[in-house]
């Protein structure tokens, strides 16, 4: 391997927070070259603000900045494409968060320290700060997932991950282009198959700016649709 590095990060209607987040994860990418072919890659997922408009003018005095845009689909087929597009790109390490300020840089380290006793490293997010009820879902996906697949997971879904490449063209295939947990299937898929893994403690703020788009009400409508997801999933093991 020669450790590039693609950061990946999906952006929806996130203007108020996306110089914010760029600032934070850019001095990561350029302090992993990786031969001076490692990126931030920001994927606009169909924004109806000006989230595009500011990532072309951030991406002009940042060389390692890549941004893409397309039209809207939502968090977890958007995080497909930059998977496949990372991959596609050559990358060795694909390193995903969200564009939310959520999610500490400083923590980024312990990862890639460790990127070669791991072949996918998990955040386990054990304090949150986005409220009970977002950490109740992730609860019941563990439940959920435990009981579908017989894994155990402290938290299947964290917007914070260091996955080789490797890694990912093993599983990707696996899901559908529109899938709408594809985190939480790498998750799984790692512990069921006793991939390399491990889930590392990481801290988890209050989104920094704007608006959640994504409520409780809409989980809930993705969460039915996953169960029958998981069942079909389960099955093609």
């Given at each position: 391997m020669s450790d590039v590095l693609y950061i990946v990060i999906p952006a929806y209607n996130e203007a108020e927070n996306i110089e914010?987040?760029?600032d934070q994860?850019?001095?990561?990418?350029?302090?992993?070259?990786?031969?001076?072919?490692?990126r931030l890659v920001i994927v606009n997922d169909g924004s109806t603000d000006d989230t595009w408009e500011r990532l072309q003018a951030l991406a002009s005095s940042r060389p390692l900045m890549e941004?893409?845009?397309?039209?809207?689909?939502?968090?977890?087929?958007?995080l497909i494409f930059g998977y496949k597009h990372a991959?596609?790109?050559?990358?060795?390490?694909?390193?995903?968060?969200?564009?939310?300020?959520?999610?500490?840089?400083?923590?980024?380290?312990?990862?890639?320290?460790a990127r070669e006793s791991y072949e996918a490293q998990?955040?386990?997010r054990t304090e949150r700060g986005d409220g009970k009820d977002r950490a109740?879902?992730?609860?019941?996906?563990?439940?959920?997932?435990?009981?579908?697949?017989?894994?155990?997971?402290?938290?299947?879904?964290?917007?914070?991950?260091?996955?080789?490449?490797?890694?990912l063209c093993d599983y990707l295939?696996?899901?559908?282009?529109?899938?709408?947990?594809p985190n939480a299937m790498l998750s799984t898929y790692g512990v069921y198959y006793g991939r390399r893994v491990r889930f590392v403690p990481v801290t988890f703020k209050p989104r920094q700016a704007?608006?959640?788009?994504?409520?409780?009400?809409?989980?809930?409508?993705?969460?039915?649709?996953?169960?029958?997801?998981?069942?079909?999933?389960?099955?093609?093991?």
């Open positions: 914010r987040t760029v994860w850019y001095p990561v990418v350029e302090a992993h070259l990786g031969k001076g072919q490692s941004p893409l845009t397309k039209p809207n689909a939502g968090h977890g087929p958007t991959i596609d790109a050559g990358a060795d390490w694909v390193f995903q968060t969200d564009s939310d300020g959520q999610t500490d840089p400083a923590e980024f380290g312990q990862m890639w320290d998990f955040g386990n109740f879902v992730e609860r019941t996906l563990c439940r959920i997932l435990r009981h579908y697949f017989g894994v155990r997971m402290p938290d299947a879904n964290a917007p914070f991950r260091l996955m080789s490449a490797e890694f295939p696996k899901l559908p282009e529109d899938y709408n947990l704007g608006k959640n788009t994504i409520n409780v009400k809409r989980i809930v409508g993705i969460g039915w649709k996953a169960l029958s997801d998981f069942r079909t999933l389960a099955k093609n093991l």
